[in-house]
């Protein structure tokens, strides 16, 4: 009878169709924004500022994936004609831009330097954004990051991630005889500073998400233990002293405590670790293997794989090791959970069919999509906005074998390089530098 | 004794046969009747069918073939490229594949130095909000949004999202991905879809509609030109419904977002909406392709930027 109905109805829709036009866009394309980010005018201090700044946002921008910044040939208005007249909006429209960035820099007489800027948009020929900074010059590639910031949450609406550094562990030497160091680096490379000596062995480094911390484990006394790192003094200590072997160690969203595994009497559970009393507490009591536990950002939840179930998968608890869910069911294995600063997914590392993947899931088990894959592909770390996952490649043992960090859009496209000094591998994202 | 066996074998073999050519001759003279009969009936069958039976003959039954019915969304099948190719563009998109290209990795940067230190500390870097800066000029004052001149229907904001999806601009490698089936709308949806299209308004001619090849060339023209915010959080609730004023040549007069109050408080709806809003700006897919001769009916338009199925 609905059925009937509803032929009666679309049979009869263009007979009594509504006064105004009603259309669904149900397609489009997912493409870069081009963005005309022109040199900043410099009124006066540092020369170089009009040109590196503009540069420094220009590359975050495109290696975010959601911008293209335009060819400044195509440039019609000069700085100068910028500067006094303000943008010629026609010009640029011509140019292909979408948005644009304009910006002046003077020295602000007290030795710091002002930096302005503004984003327009071409179109609709208006100001979207228009924000001063004053800082000592030595802090202009921190602005330029900031700036990108700006940019990049008025137009996607989401949270940033420029202004954030990256830990690694920097890999050289002969692979039989590998030196592993923690080092540092801002998001884009710059800023490369090596954080350990290299003389005991170090793996999965994890930014404090308030503070300069970093938690990780090394060989320093022998067996596996998780050590805190303090990025502003260079000091460096055992979490504690504990029975057992420590690893998989993360911060809880608050900053407050560590969760990591702990091995006693061949059976290894998940425990919390307050970094006020040290006084380790037990999480999970399984007989089978607990480990690489990851807060939600609300730190009301933890993620963690264990093979209970027979194989190993990813499994969802309440912060006090309730409620456990079962939330992968897919072939082959699931590792290194980590809970995305955004809330929504769940990022992983799968292995199935001799293939690494990396993955990101749901919180609720739906929306399983494998966005990476290689010989050896692991150890995803989010940006602080949730929206760029990085990790390690290895390519295999022989002439060609090495380890490079990666980055990529959790659309799964743009997937990019980032260049260290050395071989690297087990990236961890830090928060907004603020 | 070998011999003996065979003789007795012969001689069975012989007696055998000898019956079965007696059964064959009784066979023979009774099977001539049939035939004959069998004959007949079928020069019969054959005359009637050459000749007909009038007496048996009855108007032929009128053939009813059954015709099914499929309710599906119909910009999902038609191919519009043939009725109104746009016009300014050169190369259409292909909308199932995102249009990123994967550009080899690439480095983020060069030369890195050794040289760090911990970032500055907040209070020396403090963003001052530039509202009317001496620099600048008063010219492209921001306007404020023009008002829709109708009050936007009420409309629930929040969309059901859809657990599966096609036309994903999502990557997926999965080797053993079996959970992207196309989803098609339930009776009720579409049910729902044709009372909200069929809102109490005016009754217009059936000639001055615009046909759905139209309506289609429009969405087409316009795809390209609209970028969804694929990895945004939760994007299956970033349909924004722009109201567009339209000008007789196709171009875009004055275009507006109907949910002023979540554009103004909620960041990423007011980036999808700018992004909505560009795509209508965009001289790519301007000016747009409707026959003037309806200009009534397309005057004014409300377009629903839904990213839902491309997610």
Known sequence: MRVLFALFLIAFLPAVAQAELRVDMTKGVVEPLPIAITPFYVESGNQNFGKDMPSVIS???ENSGLFKPVNPRAFVQTIESLNTAGPNFGEWRASGAQALVTGTVKAAGDGRTRVEFFLYDVFSQQKMLGIAYTTTPKNWRRIAHIISDEIYKRLTGEDSYFDSRIVYVAESGPWNKRIKRLAIMDQDGANHKYLTSGRSLVLTPRFSPTRQQITYMSYESGKPTVYLYDISTGRHEPLGRFPGMTFAPRFSPDGKSVIMSMARNGNTDIYVMPLGSRTPKRITNSSSIDTAPSYSPDGRQIVFESDRGGSQQLYTMDSNGDNVQRITFGKGRYANPVW??????????????????????RPDGKGERLISNAYHVEGPTWSPNGRVLSYFKERPAGKNRQAKIYTVDITGYNERWLRTPVDGSDPAWSPLNR | MAVSVTGIKDNMVASQNAALVETAATASASMKGAFIKSGILHALIVAASLIGIPFLAKEEPLLITPVSIELVDIAELTQTTKVAPPKKQEKPKEIEKPQKPEPPPKPVEA??????????????????????AKKEKPKPKPKPQEKPKEKPKPKPEVQKPKEDAFDSLLKNLAPDAESQKPQEKTLDETLEDVLEDTSSGQIARLSDQLTISELDAFRYQLEPCWNVPAGAKYAENLAVEIRVSMNRDGSVNKSSVLDKGRYNRDSAFRAAADSALRALRNPRCSPLNLPPEKYQQWKSIVINFDPRNML
């Open chain 2, 111 to 132: 030369a890195p130095k050794v040289v760090s230190e911990s970032p500055p500390k907040l209070e020396e870097i403090k963003p001052e909000p530039i509202v009317e």
């Open chain 1, 340 to 361: 995305s600063p955004r809330g929504d997914l769940i990022a992983f590392t799968r292995m199935y069919k001799g293939k690494f993947y990396i993955g990101v899931i």
């Open chain 1, 59 to 61: 590359v975050n921008l």
